[in-house]
């Protein structure tokens, strides 16, 4: 997003530099300022469970591509593709899809309710809002043979919110000033809460609207609030520990051969395991996602899938969890 090559600098700087001009002018150009301009809701850590449950519900609300909307993309350079790449994740691709000559930008709505790990991030802080970038010189010097260069850029809200965003940019160029710029506007985007369908990019899937903790509840299996993510449930169940996650995922991932069952047309299989190491079982709740997906596992689809142990008790979550979601 706001990714635009100038082509005197042969470098993707967005409205830092010279491109700035580009820019809209009634948002912030920086994280720091976007930080300040957050409504107080990011600016409340949240103390109770009813609070903690409150904001996964609006953050899983979230349309994820429209924080950077296709009008504002199209401004700085010749935008190739968008792909909604997780229930609350979203990619943009610049100038070209083959390595090392593109620039790719992907951003991503979390929650960090314990804290979050900045490791060698340099920081900046206000109103209980953490902004922070780490770039690839920041580990060493470029290895032999990187085809790109590349910078994480991440806002850390006080009500435990995270916003990582991701940049990568062809050899030669400074990938950290894009990364900074393309948070501070998802940072702006992401202050207005934009509900789904607001982004022709993120199209409708079986997972819109879910709680990966509906199954949960419909096996009365506690769960401990604070432990919540974003699109994963953990719970005991039968004695045994699960882990459920809705996500998108590469159809050649999911499984091969016939399923073990099909519920409300959707087939689940499990994956190899041996005794006593953990399995998973996943199930293709919806149709394939448009975009390019995996080159080589083919396109996404939307999944549910149960991690554990306890293949008997995995397969029986799996089960009633699929059960929720109607045929498509």
């Not at 580009?22 to 949240?46: C, D, V, Y």
């Not at 996404?300 to 009633?320: C, I, W, Y």
């Amino acid at each position: 997003m706001l990714l635009r090559r100038c082509a005197a600098a042969a470098a993707v700087i967005i409205g830092l530099t010279g491109c700035q001009e580009n820019l809209p002018k009634q948002r912030a150009a920086t994280p720091i300022e976007a930080a300040s301009a957050m409504p107080e809701f990011w600016k409340t850590a949240p103390t109770t469970d009813d609070q903690r449950l409150e904001l996964l519900r609006r953050l899983r609300a979230i349309d994820p591509c429209a924080l950077v909307p296709r009008a504002d993309l199209a401004k700085f350079g010749k935008l190739i593709e968008v792909e909604n790449r997780g229930p609350s994740r979203c990619e943009a691709t610049f100038d070209s899809t083959e390595s090392g000559k593109g620039t790719s930008v992907s951003w991503a709505i979390g929650v960090a309710p314990t804290g979050y790990g900045w490791g060698e991030s340099k920081r900046e802080e206000v109103d209980g809002i953490t902004v922070g970038t780490l770039g690839d010189l920041d580990n060493g010097p470029l290895r032999e043979g990187q085809l790109d260069r590349s910078c994480l850029a991440t806002a850390v809200f006080a009500n435990t919110t995270t916003l990582p965003v991701s940049v990568r940019t062809p050899l030669g160029t400074e990938p950290c000033p894009a990364a900074e710029a393309a948070l501070a506007r998802a940072m702006g985007g992401l202050a207005s809460e934009p509900a789904h369908g607001t982004s022709p990019d993120t199209p409708p899937t079986a997972l819109r609207g879910k709680d990966p903790c509906e199954v949960a509840a419909k096996l009365n299996a506690a769960v401990t609030v604070l432990d919540l993510r974003m699109w994963t449930c953990q719970f005991t169940f039968r004695g045994a520990a699960i882990d459920v996650d809705y996500s998108f995922t590469p159809r050649e991932v999911t499984g091969s051969g016939e399923p073990i069952f099909v519920v409300n047309g959707h087939p689940s299989y499990a994956s190899p395991s041996n005794a006593g190491e953990y399995a998973s079982y996943t199930a293709v709740v919806g149709p394939a996602l448009p975009g390019p997906g995996s080159e080589l596992l083919g396109p996404n689809v939307p999944t549910v899938q149960v991690f554990g142990k306890d293949r008997a008790a995995l397969e029986s979550v799996l089960r009633s969890t699929t059960e929720l979601f109607p045929a498509t």
